[in-house]
C-alpha cells in the first residue's frame, strides 16, 4: 500500500463524514435487529465513500456494513496471492452515540491485501481527528506520529470494552466486564470499536477488548494500534483473525498478557 491508496481513502472518509454531518441534526433512524440501529446517513455514508473508492480503484473488491455487503470473496478471505485487495467500511461506527447526539462516533475506512490489513483511514468529525497508517509506515493523528503508552499494569490502566447489542447478564461478555472492572484503574464502553482502537494507539486508553464486533468495526483500527506499537491478538491470545475479529489490544506485552489472562 503507498500514499496514493491513503489520499484517496482520507477524501473517502471526508466525503462519508460530510454525509453523517448533514445529516446529524435531522437524522431518519430504524433498527436493523432490536436494539441494533441504521440511519439514513449510515447508507448515505457508504455510498458516497464507496463512489471515491471505486472510482480510483475500480477492480478492488468491496466490504461495507450497510447495504448487505458484508463477506469478501473466498479468494479475499483466503488469502489468496492472485485475490485483488479489498475496502473493508463502516460508515458510521458508533451508531447509538450519533442517533443520540453523543460524540464518539466516526468513519473507518481499511484495505486489506495479501492476508492482512494494511492501511487504515479513521475519521472522527467531531474532534476532527484524522488517524491514518500503511503497514510498515507508523500511525498518525492529523499528521502527528502516535505511540502506545508504557502502562504495564491493571491496575493503573484505563480499559475500554464493546458489548454487543442487547447483551443479556448471563453473557460471558458480563463476567469478562465484571473481572476487569475489579482490577483495572477504571473501565469504560465508549461505543465505537474503531475509535477505542485509536485511543490504544494515541496512549489515551491502555488496553481494549472486543468479542461481538465485525470486520468493517476494527479494520481499520487494527493497522493504526499495530502501527503505533500495540500489542494485538485474540481473545485467547491467539492469532488474531481480520474476518473474525474476537480480540485484544494493549499498549505494551505485559499488560496485554496480565488483561488476556484475565478475560480467559
Not at 482490577?183 to 465508549?190: M, T
Amino acid at each position: 500500500m503507498d500514499n496514493d491508496h491513503l489520499h484517496v481513502a482520507l477524501a473517502a472518509a471526508r466525503a462519508g463524514a460530510k454525509e453523517l454531518m448533514a445529516r446529524y441534526e435531522n437524522r431518519v433512524v430504524s433498527e436493523k435487529a432490536p436494539k441494533d440501529l441504521v440511519t439514513d446517513a449510515d447508507l448515505a455514508a457508504q455510498s458516497a465513500i464507496r463512489a471515491i473508492l471505486e472510482s480510483s480503484y475500480p477492480s478492488y473488491a468491496f466490504v461495507g456494513e450497510e447495504e448487505g455487503e458484508n463477506d469478501p470473496p473466498a479468494a479475499v478471505r483466503a488469502g489468496d496471492v492472485d485475490a485483488p485487495p479489498c475496502w473493508v467500511v463502516d460508515p458510521l461506527d458508533g451508531t447509538v452515540n450519533y442517533v443520540h447526539g453523543l460524540h464518539g462516533f466516526a468513519v473507518s475506512i481499511g484495505l486489506y491485501a495479501r492476508g492482512k490489513m494494511r492501511l487504515g483511514v479513521i475519521y472522527d468529525p467531531i474532534r476532527q481527528d484524522c488517524f491514518t497508517a500503511i503497514d510498515g509506515q507508523g500511525a498518525r493523528c492529523n499528521d502527528r506520529l502516535m505511540k502506545s503508552s508504557d502502562a504495564d499494569s491493571l491496575d493503573t490502566s484505563l480499559v475500554a470494552c464493546s458489548f454487543r447489542a442487547g447483551v443479556t447478564p448471563d453473557s460471558p461478555e458480563v463476567g469478562r466486564f465484571l473481572r476487569a472492572l475489579e482490577q483495572c484503574q477504571s473501565l469504560r464502553r465508549l461505543g465505537s470499536c474503531a475509535l477505542n482502537m485509536c485511543y490504544v494507539a494515541d496512549g489515551r486508553l491502555d488496553a481494549y477488548w472486543a468479542t461481538n464486533v465485525a470486520a468493517w468495526d476494527s479494520a481499520a483500527g487494527t493497522v493504526i494500534a499495530r502501527e503505533a506499537g500495540a500489542v494485538l491478538t485474540a481473545h485467547d491470545g491467539g492469532r488474531f483473525d481480520d474476518w473474525a475479529p474476537k480480540f485484544v489490544v494493549a499498549a505494551t506485552p505485559d499488560l496485554h498478557f496480565k488483561l488476556v489472562e484475565l478475560l480467559r
